[in-house]
DNA sequence: GCTGGCACTCGTATCGTCAAAGTGCCAATT
DNA sequence: AATTGGCACTTTGACGATACGAGTGCCAGC
């Protein structure tokens, strides 16, 4: 039996009452509560059909129907608009992201943004390394035989770290450091800093050399491979409020957004920086997150998006909502960068 | 009727069985598991005057005792000695925290040590700055009108923060500031900051004094006041696997562990470092809370604490190795701090 | 002051019943 | 061929009654 377009309002409509009410929908529910023009009958037929299909299904029998993660996946796919946001919502974002002062402070407002717009829990990349160049490397002695490294992106990313040396640098060469330094690597993209840098030591007087390889790698290994990615999390609390079907995702979901590993790998890798992506339960392969669905956008100026940005939640979520709130959100963000830029 | 000694044994036993099993524990079960020498119908009489005394209570009639809060304010100050670490946890402390490199890298480590050690949920504050001095202030100027400060403390915080300028300063001018700047504050401790700093743009040319006063007062504004305290969080997920009846609770405890304010206030002002401090439901006044615990104690190589570190769960809650946990925790993280001094 | 015994209370588990919700199917209708 | 009304069937959840077990409180005796 083919899935004709009343079928698709049937889904659609299902959809709708199971995530308004979180309860199983049947049939007579759904002729009273939308203008479907026939009687229970033939709605119970078309279910009948949408089962085998298998975009829904019933907890047991004689119990309503219940989207499948195929269901839903239909339902973004093909029977959803994306909602528009209210006009409060619209002021919301512009209040909240346009007091930023700083990337951090971009970063920190907008996953707190996306946290209470959507009511889940929300995740924002920061601009990734790998899309950005070199803008400034700044070396300060911290007295004794410490240097404080500080690296600055054009996407204005500030990474930080103490390298501890056997024998303190004077001033000087730390000057003489810090100017060759910069003049290597400022505007190259990360990929390129590497061979770069392994290059310096060997520009220096022999007994310098032990100083200067060490900060070379600190630059390297602790700033370029360790810190390359980093995300800020919101919203947790947004999570327990859901049902208590929910509770058994609790524990994995929590974990996955305290390992930035499973995170990053959740995020997905910003493609194009457009769509907004939808990943709906079983399709994220990390285990224990099978009822937990995941919507996310790059974000970034260009076209190349700068990092990744989303919303987690239970597959049972209100996906044009979350949608449109993502997506707008990630669009305002892309302009701050842009003007900041 | 008095309390004596083996009623104290009793709400002793009762605690820990409690804790174990996380049931109401009866009298025959108490006679059971522990050597108290004398018949169930004794423990029933001292229970009864425990109860009195407000020690325990019946979920219901006829049910086992549980404690009250009261009941686990005794049990901690007086009933229980602190549990020594077993030979794998001091290990797993070492190992953990002795590779780490940083003040960020310790702070990181120590709350997912913490976490792990306890299996709540941790958080650790920063060194606070009104405990620490300036070791150093370096101003970064990144292109056009837009200089980085960043604010390096004795402690070794890093603050860094960017600021838009009207005007571009040029190198000469940022460079005579920076020197005047750190030959000002460092050294200093934070209180004393504000007032020095307004003194600057006294000292330079008109012409230049709206750069400065920005620079300034970002300073002051920005890096000292509005990120004083700053804390990191691990172990969310930890309570989540606390049993249902800990679930009324987790919504509200997940939005404080989101809340800086509210953990400040929770974590307390470290006040001397050595003692550990517990503060028992209904004792932390934040609403929602009522069924948490909070173990919390200061760490620093002084007298005088440079912040707190502690752990979140349910009343509920494994005392004796928490608090050792924590207490170790501490005292080595404070180790590791004098010897990077 | 401790103990054994016993009556009492109350929560939980089990069972049967019943009503409500929902389905699937079929025969009749359009 | 699609839709509809009707009806029998299934399952859940609520309700009540009952039995059971755990645990208490109290008392008389040691």
Redesign the pocket.
């Given at each position: 039996m083919p899935i004709d377009e009343?079928k698709l309002d049937v889904l659609r409509a299902i959809v709708k009452d199971y995530v308004a009410t979180q309860?199983?929908?049947?049939?007579?529910?759904l002729v009273d509560r939308h203008q479907l023009?026939?009687?229970?009958?033939?709605?119970?037929?078309d279910?009948?059909t949408l089962?085998d299909e298998g975009y829904i299904a019933?907890p047991?029998?004689?119990?309503?129907?219940v989207p499948t993660d195929k269901g839903y996946r239909l339902f973004v796919d093909r029977l959803s608009s994306v909602k528009p946001l209210s006009a409060a919502e619209r002021r919301a974002i512009r209040s909240f992201l346009d007091g930023a002062v700083d990337l951090d402070d971009v970063i920190s407002r907008t996953v707190r943004l996306l946290a209470q717009l959507t009511r889940q829990a929300a995740v924002v990349q920061y601009p990734s390394l790998s899309r950005s160049t070199v803008r400034h490397v700044e070396l300060v002695s911290l007295g004794a035989a410490r240097v404080l490294v500080v690296l600055i992106t054009d996407t204005g990313r500030v990474e930080q770290r103490v390298v501890e040396l056997p024998d303190g640098p004077d001033d000087a060469l730390l000057g003489d450091l810090r100017a060759r330094l910069n003049a290597l690597v400022v505007g190259l993209d990360f990929a390129s800093v590497a061979s770069k840098v392994a290059d310096i030591p060997g520009q220096f007087a022999p007994e310098d050399r032990q100083v200067v390889s060490g900060i070379a790698a600190t630059l390297l290994e602790s700033l370029v491979e360790r810190s390359e990615e980093r995300v800020a999390v919101a919203g947790t609390a947004n999570l327990a409020r859901h049902g208590h079907e929910f509770d058994s995702e609790l524990e994995p979901l929590l974990s996955a957004l305290e390992e930035q590993v499973v995170l990053l790998k959740l995020l997905g890798h910003a493609s194009g920086s457009t769509p907004v992506t939808v990943r709906i339960g079983q399709e994220n392969a990390t285990s224990g997150l099978s009822s937990t669905s995941i919507v996310t956008t790059g974000y970034g100026p260009g076209e190349q998006a700068l990092g990744s940005m989303g919303v987690l939640g239970p597959t049972r979520m209100d996906y044009p909502g979350t949608i449109a709130a993502v997506g707008a959100v990630a669009r305002y963000v892309s302009q701050i960068l842009d003007a900041n830029n």
């Open positions: 009343r309860e199983p929908v049947g049939s007579k529910a023009g026939v009687s229970s009958a033939t709605i119970r037929n279910m009948a089962e019933q047991h029998t004689s119990a309503g129907r």
